[in-house]
């Protein structure tokens, strides 16, 4: 089934149709780096790392960029704060630090890594040289020693966000020291100050604009047109509203085909954010529970949707988290039921039907996941996975070998299934499957020393339809895998 994807350009779902074949290139706004993350920016990352691990699983291959500002009136100020001395090396020192920071936490949640992450000072010319094309084509102007994009030159401004022009200027003002013609102008290129970094333009020193690094460093790695544009729901307007202005402004071409935005994390219904002082950093939560709690309470909403945060709604994940652990423990620790060697006719009936269930619950999972990234009901059809595989350990129908197999692909299920969310990343299967095993052989030479060859030659059967490899001696057994 093809993926269907709320495209915040159009306002419907959509379904996802690449340029290229089996191919998705992704550009998702990254971070400025003046402080700690807090969990808004964490939820953000792991929504869209959700969705791209979503089109790896669907065999798509996934060009995922995330940028990094590391120059802006934040870093800087932070910086003169900071007390370093030289303003400018103490502004990389900052960024450096932070992003040193931003990463450690990213990397310890299991966000994978971009496979390309560029850096706004380390595409200067190349910004220069894209506000020069909007010069010359009419949509940008200098004014002294500042550029502004003509908004009003750009005809489709709005289209994004569904504002029109009259809203955008009732709540538009002119900061003291801007030179702009009309107050929804935005800066491109701005003026040096004292001692601040800055690089050469044919404008004077300066530094960029924050919107026009998104535009420039994303049609430079993607191409001037690309599939997916990403970034929270906060982004919508001005900035991403600008990137396309200016983007389609130069190229002619539509800059991204779909435009996909998270909801925002609140406390008590507000904003979670730096400037509302109402933020907790993911340093703090991840000393607390472990990230596999954190990941379930974001899944538990769909990405495009608001999430509350609380302490209580995070021991609720913590507890659900809790109980695949306890499952994937009692999976690898398997004991040999009273009544397991007792020969049951309804063994085959009663695995079928388990295994028909099984195949359902991932067509389900893979249906809402195809639907927009519905993580929430997604979550839920990992519930009743576990749930089937808890019954299947008690289920008294089955016998040692019908249980066995089924509890191994309910777990390889879950981790196959999981990984899309990277859940379960503690739990490394092949730990878990080599210390099943073990468990395994030992019960069947307790099978074998009670003359019950006929169960042990099925175990034997099973696992070597299971790629291992068992080697009786007379007391024991060892095992091995299947090469290839």
Known sequence: MAIKVLNTLSGKKEFFKPQKER?????????????????GHLRSAYDFDVIRRYFLFKGYQVYFLRNVTDVDDKIIQKAKDSGFGDLIESTRKIAEKYYRVYKLW??????MPPDIEPWATEHINEMVSFIQRLIEKGFAYESGSDV??????????GRLSGRSLDDMIAGARVVPGETKRDPLDFALWKKSKDNEPSWESPWGRGRPGWHIECSVMSTCYLGETFDIHAGGRDLIFPHHENEIAQAEAATGKQFANYWLHNGMLTINGEKMAKSLNNFVTVEEVLKKIHPDAL??????AKYNTPIDFSWARLNEAKASSERF??????VASIK?????????????????????????????????????FNTALALSILYEILSEGNRAYEDPGLDFAGRIFLLVKINKVLHKLGSVFSLFSSQNIDTQNNDLINSIIKIRDQIRASKNFELADKIRSILQDAGIIIEDSKSSSSWRKLEG
Not at 148 to 157: D, L, P, Q, T
Not at 348 to 363: R, T
């Open 23 to 39: 191919e998705v290139k992704i550009y998702l706004c990254g971070p400025t780096v003046y402080d700690e993350p807090h969990l």
């Open 106 to 111: 990213m990397d310890r949640f299991g966000i």
């Open 148 to 157: 502004y994009f003509s908004v009003r030159s750009f005809k489709k401004y």
């Open 295 to 300: 990941k379930i309470f974001f899944l538990s």
């Open 325 to 330: 652990d306890s499952f994937f423990a009692r």
């Open 336 to 372: 040999l039921h009273k009544n397991d060697l007792r020969p049951n006719k309804n063994t085959g009936k009663i695995f079928n039907q388990y295994e028909v269930k099984l195949a359902d619950s991932e067509s389900k999972f893979r249906q809402a996941m195809d639907d927009d």
